[in-house]
């Protein structure tokens, strides 16, 4: 259901009227703006609370004053609202609600127990494999490091199908003892593998305790039988087990999965930090850091980032949260809902919840207190740059452009995005540059800069506080000319061009304006600053220049066939053998190949022979 007023908003009309059943209001400006996005169990007396009071947050006075039309959804409970108001949230973005980035999934580490031999492997995605998955861990380095520590205790393999079924003798890996080499047989019995991987999979459980007790069994028995080198192997694991047991901060009864979110805040800035326990141990942390949190409650926080984050990863047995939540009866019975299993949602009450929290705090300011320290780094020398070349705004957008290809082929622009400092890689793009004479990057670099801001032009979109350009005077001139062609020279511009010897630090600036160039000293913050974003572009070209080459090399002429498919393809080259045979192939031949008509067969000898 949508409720609005055609010309002036009438709020005490709309409110006359307005339900009182849950579900989500939307708030929108003049230009018909989504500013804000709410739910509620009664949207009546929700909607009313921002108009019949006065407002002691600046945030909120500011959100009612641009507020020209409200809309409202009526859902039937107030979990469908918590669930479509994460959902609008995270479409539309508005600039008044609390807003976490929205990243990749979580890894996994994936065991492949469907296999004769399961293998240990890194996991992202979606879970199409038949297997056993044990995560989510924070991030990729926490993945490695358990699969590090895992080949070091059982020799399980960690390598992939592929390689494994193509082995005729065991790799390095079973040289150094981190793999037992079931590739190739009378390496290990099926029995001591199997072994193995019922060892890795109780250790991922949370039982490692009980893989220390089963391993001392067996450790006494090689003992009694006097096969003491069978017996040293078992003492290893046990230390090497206790060694991983030692960094784990806790270990549950019950091996539970465990969340713990703590949030710290200063100078308007909020840090909200995730520790992650996995059956039993402490698998790994992260810190968020939201945008729109000025004025913003811990509840307002923590509330946000629960429906934000556990819409799209999942959800653990319990979660601890460091204060009491206004909605969290609702946000109980919404993660309980979520999962199809109960969910606790709490506050730390035992002495190990409480030093699981304490640990969260810390973790919550010590990453708050490292973003600050950055953040002022960062606005320094983005300072320091606006004093170098005396510009009149801080060049908080800066665009940076680059050229790279192999002897003139397969030419690739880069052009890459910092703001306020630091990358932002959502905004990055490349160009594949086409109708120029090959390893021309003059005419490269006139190209890309105007593709990209002729197209900022016609959709009148915001133009960059400063370009930077790799290159030198010619790579500048380049610019300078395509900026005039669009009208657009008014638009600050640097090169920068590589010093003697190409080495770092020696580099010289180039502007417009300053065409003797300007030569500061190596350990300029300002020049840290311009090396970062050409190096970055840099970079970003050649990985898409790369790629390019990549596909080219690996083009195949049949595919550019008209009107043949990849099955097609496929069955071409199946009954043929190879490209070569099905260019010499006579049209009655192609015939003979299953789905191959005589006009695809005469289409496909004339692309190869041309046609009469």
């Not at 039309?69 to 008044?96: C, F, G, M, Q, W």
């Not at 305790?209 to 006494?220: P, T």
């Not at 790369?546 to 002429?557: F, G, L, Y």
Request: charged content about 25%.
């Amino acid at each position: 259901m949508s409720e609005q007023s055609e010309s002036q908003f009438d709020i005490n009309a709309f409110l006359k009227h307005l339900t009182e059943r849950p579900g989500v209001y939307q708030m929108l400006d003049t230009d018909g703006q989504i500013i804000y996005v709410g739910k509620a169990k009664n949207l009546k007396r929700r909607v009313s609370s921002y108009f019949k009071k006065r407002h002691a947050e600046i945030k909120t006075e500011a959100l009612v004053a641009q507020v020209a039309r409200i809309e409202v959804t009526v859902t039937d409970t107030e979990s469908e609202a918590l669930i479509l108001e994460n959902t609008l949230i995270k479409r539309h973005k508005p600039k008044y609600n609390i807003l976490f980035r929205d990243d990749k999934s979580y890894p996994y580490i994936f065991v492949s127990t469907a296999k004769k031999y399961p293998a240990l492997s890194y996991h992202r995605g979606a879970k199409r494999r038949v297997g056993r998955y044990f995560g989510p861990f924070p991030n990729a380095s926490a993945v490695h490091q358990t699969l590090q520590a895992l080949q070091k205790i059982f020799p399980v393999r960690q390598c992939a199908e592929s390689v494994f079924n193509h082995r005729s003798r065991p790799c390095l890996q079973y040289q150094i003892k981190r793999c037992s080499g079931p590739c190739v047989a009378g390496f290990v019995t099926d029995e001591d593998y199997a072994e193995d991987v019922r060892h890795t999979l109780a250790f991922l459980e949370g039982k490692s305790f009980e893989v220390i007790e089963s391993l001392g069994e067996k450790m006494q028995q090689a003992s009694e039988a006097f096969e003491f080198e069978k017996a040293a192997v078992y003492r290893d694991r046990i230390s090497a087990l206790r060694a991983v047991q030692s960094q784990h901060l806790i270990n549950q009864p019950g091996n539970q999965d465990l969340d713990v979110i703590a949030v710290a805040e200063e100078a308007n800035m909020v840090c909200v930090s995730l520790m992650m326990y996995r059956g039993g141990n402490l698998w790994g942390s992260q810190n968020e850091f939201p945008k729109h949190v000025t004025d913003a409650s811990i509840d307002e926080i923590l509330t946000a980032f629960i429906t934000q984050h556990y819409t799209d990863f999942p959800i653990p047995n319990r979660v601890l949260v460091c204060d009491k939540l206004a909605d969290q009866s609702a946000l109980q019975n919404w993660l309980t809902e979520k999962k199809q299993q109960k969910v606790q949602l709490r506050q730390a009450s035992s002495q190990t919840d409480k030093g699981l929290m304490k640990l969260a705090d810390t973790n919550a300011k010590s990453g708050l207190k490292q973003q600050l320290t950055q953040k002022a780094s960062q606005a320094q020398r983005v300072s320091a740059l606006q004093e170098v070349l005396s510009l009149a705004a801080a060049p908080n957008w800066m665009e940076c452009f680059d050229i790279s290809h192999t002897q003139g082929n397969q030419t690739v622009a880069s052009c890459v995005v910092f703001k306020e400092g630091v990358p932002d890689t959502n905004a990055y793009r490349k160009f594949n540059i086409e109708c120029i004479q090959g390893g021309d990057d003059y005419a490269a670099m006139h190209q890309v800069l105007t593709r990209r801001y002729q197209r900022l032009k016609a959709e009148s979109e915001s133009f960059p506080d400063l370009i930077v350009i790799d290159g030198g005077k010619g790579q500048l001139n380049q610019a300078i000319d395509v900026l005039k062609q669009l009208d657009l020279d008014y638009l600050p511009l640097v090169s920068v061009a590589k010093g003697e010897g190409r080495k770092a630090g020696l580099e010289i600036l180039y502007t417009p304006s300053n065409q003797a160039g300007i030569d500061l000293e190596a350990d300029n913050i300002a020049l840290h600053l311009l090396n970062h974003i050409r190096d970055e572009s840099h970079r970003f070209a050649i990985t898409s220049h790369r790629s390019r080459r990549q596909k080219a090399q690996t083009h195949s002429r049949i595919e550019d066939i008209p009107g043949v498919g990849a099955k097609t393809r496929q069955k071409l080259l199946t009954h043929f053998g190879g490209l070569a045979d099905v260019k010499n192939a006579a049209v009655s031949e192609l015939q003979k190949v299953p789905g191959i008509s005589p006009k695809i067969a005469q289409s496909i000898y004339d692309f190869f022979h041309g046609e009469l």
